[in-house]
């Protein structure tokens, strides 16, 4: 029999948890694959436990990850629990993951604005810096907001959250879609069909590992247009869309970086320039009774001053967008700032605007000169057919 499936199980040795690791150990096993905890078959350890468990990582094939109330052991070094040095170095080295968390966890992130408290304040203080933030900033933002809105959000669940767990939610949250896990051991079999189904998915494209290689972009893609469509669903009631920020939140992470390329698919290929992952989003309304656009909700690194606007002005990149005929997707660009505004109408009701920094600081005439190649390079880049779904979605429900 050739080797078997190595798949890592990672989280805090916790009380609620500790049956569920071992079932899930066991029955792993007895499916014929190699489940790997470091209280059963990490063998001896050595000086340094930290080390040990980040190899055994590298081991894996499949990393599995369930986060719960508490987060385990800490690295001196870093501030950072050992799980999460785990994921991590899953994450690093390219490991395939699935993340659970438990539901009353993942509802206080997710529902009971731990996320947004969260993320805006992160948003703040890269706007004053001009940086992205670092880990410290974001574990002692968590701890405030612990502090601060705890009791109002936890709802007398009766648990202790170490607050910790939110800045590692956040995490882990910006690269994969969180599943959520009741705990007790009758539970395993969710985690075993999650796991199933990505081994299934996983088969047909090693059938053939040439077009398995060839086809890991497009996977990714789908993959994350999936996670945005299953996210947007949680997010609606009564066919509409509760939560802005979130609904923005979630399409700005999945909008990543790309090329514009000039003569693309042809031997006379070459690069005008790259642009980062999407830096902000802001949505428009369209309000008949001023006849102005009204800023719904923005996230990321913007002008939060700019609420409104005139659809007669003409220095607006979003009137100018709701006055144009259609809803083509067009850009508008900012030679000072280096940054390119991907805007669109959506049916008579809004204006989107994505907001990408191009790699290099690039003449207006230049940048209009390849209209084609800038709307191609951002609709093809990962991600780039959420602009899609989202102004059909909301085309169609507004």
């Known amino acids: 029999m050739g080797d078997k499936t190595k798949i890592f199980i990672s989280s805090a040795y916790e009380d609620s948890l500790k049956d569920m690791r071992l079932k899930l150990y066991n029955d792993l096993n007895n499916l014929g ?18 080390k040990h468990c980040l190899e055994k990582v590298e081991e894996s094939d499949i990393f599995i990850l369930i986060i719960g109330q508490k987060v385990g052991s800490k690295d001196p070094k870093t501030g950072l629990s050992i799980t999460h040095l785990e994921y991590k170095r899953a994450l690093h080295t390219g490991k395939p993951i699935l993340v659970f968390a438990e539901t009353a966890v993942k509802k206080i992130f997710f529902d009971n604005g731990m996320l947004k408290q969260l993320s805006e304040k992160i948003t703040s203080n890269e706007e004053v810096r001009g940086l992205p933030v670092d880990d410290k900033f ?8 612990h502090k601060e809105i705890g009791s109002i959000i ?16 956040w995490d882990v949250a910006k690269d994969n879609q969180v599943y959520e896990i009741s705990t007790g051991i009758d539970k395993i079999n969710e985690i075993k069909n999650y796991l199933s189904h990505f081994l299934k998915k996983s088969v047909a494209y090693l059938s053939d590992e040439e077009l398995f290689n060839s086809s890991v972009y497009t996977a990714n893609e789908y993959i994350e247009t999936q996670n945005f469509i ?6 609606m009631k009564n066919g509409k869309i509760q939560d802005w920020y979130t609904f923005l939140a979630s399409l700005q992470d999945k909008l990543k970086e790309g090329v514009i390329l000039k003569d693309a698919g042809t031997y006379a290929q070459e690069t005008i320039c790259k642009f980062s992952n999407c830096k902000a989003i802001t949505l428009y309304k369209y309000d008949e009774q001023e006849d102005v656009m009204v800023l719904v909700e923005g996230t990321g690194i913007y ?5 409104k606007f005139n659809l007669d002005d003409n220095n607006s990149y979003v009137a100018q967008t709701y006055n144009c005929s259609g809803n083509d997707y067009t850009y508008f660009y900012n030679e000072d700032k280096q940054t390119l505004y991907f805007t ?8 989107l605007c994505c907001h990408y920094k191009l790699s290099e600081k690039l003449s207006e005439d230049i940048v209009n000169g390849f209209e084609d190649e800038i709307l191609d390079g951002i609709m093809n880049s990962q991600g780039g057919n959420l602009h899609v779904f989202t102004s059909r979605l909301l085309g169609g429900i507004y």
């Not at 974001?138 to 907001?145: D, G, L, M, P, R």
């Not at 669109?344 to 204006?351: D, G, N």
């Open 33 to 50: 694959h190699e489940a790997m905890i470091f209280e059963e078959n990490f063998g001896p350890w050595g000086k340094d436990n930290i």
């Open 154 to 169: 936890y709802q007398g669940s009766g648990f202790e959250y170490d607050p910790y767990t939110w800045f590692f939610l």
């Open 230 to 235: 299953f996210e947007t669903l949680d997010l």
């Open 138 to 145: 974001v574990i002692e933002s968590a701890e405030q907001i």
């Open 303 to 307: 002008d939060k001053k700019r609420t």
């Open 344 to 351: 669109y109408k959506i049916s008579q009701a809004f204006v």
